[in-house]
């Protein structure tokens, strides 16, 4: 990545306040305990902190927009919170539940990390810490670089693994109960993910998230898995079209 490629939160900051919140754990966030399993990293625990956030900002009702990790506190977000958030957009993901009870070989073999992750520390700590820019990746662009000076921190990478294994553990406990009550995305839903990446491989985003929630829309977008980095215009024009409506 260059450091010319274009950004969308600049251009949505042209007509709205764009709050850019790390998730706990990640980045220069502060780094909890996991606490009992992993509840410290609970994606409940994650959506309370961006409303939290929002509210210190001045902001008790609010669009929200999450990308991969982010898009599964937005998933939470909307299920804990539904009079705070007015509309959502998840990019390039299904639900953490549907996809932990539908692995295939194929998923496993795209999905890898999420079994490593989950793993009792230390191991997979020990693993990334003692090569990360094997695992992170190597290169020159400001995304790469942000990416190695926050996983230099040992701290975060504990975060991220903790993350993970709240996603296998009280993550799937907090989804099965609203699975049971029946409870759905009530406010409208945008579903973005890419076509060269492995959700729309692997998944039929639109029918699961329909499953999931009242009023949905979405594309498949000529991107990977970084659809805001691969296809910044294409994302902001999908995103302003669902915003305004």
Sequence with gaps: MSRSRPWI?????????VIAADLRGYGDSSKPDGGPSHINYSKRAMALDQIEVMKHFGFDRFLVVGHDRG??????????????????????IVPTHYLY?????????????????IRPAPFPETMINNSLETYIGRGTGLVETEFLH??????????MCED????????LEHDEADLKAGRKIACPLLV??????????????????????????????????????????????ELRAFLRG
């Design 9 to 17: 939160a600049p251009d949505l900051a042209k007509e709205y306040t």
């Design 71 to 92: 898009a599964r506190v937005t998933h939470r977000l909307t299920l804990d919170h539904p009079k705070a958030v007015t509309k959502a957009a998840v990019l390039d």
């Design 101 to 117: 009870n539908h692995v295939t070989r194929e998923v496993a073999t795209a999905y890898y990390h999420w079994f490593f992750l």
């Design 150 to 159: 926050a996983f230099r921190n040992p701290a975060t990478v504990h975060a």
């Design 164 to 171: 993970y294994r709240a996603g296998a553990s009280i993550d």
């Design 192 to 237: 973005l993910w890419g076509a060269k990446g492995n959700v729309g491989r692997l998944f039929d985003p639109m029918g699961i998230w329909r499953e999931r929630a009242s009023d949905v829309r979405g594309r498949a977008m000529p991107s990977g898995h970084n659809i805001q980095l691969d296809a910044p215009a294409e994302t902001v024009a």
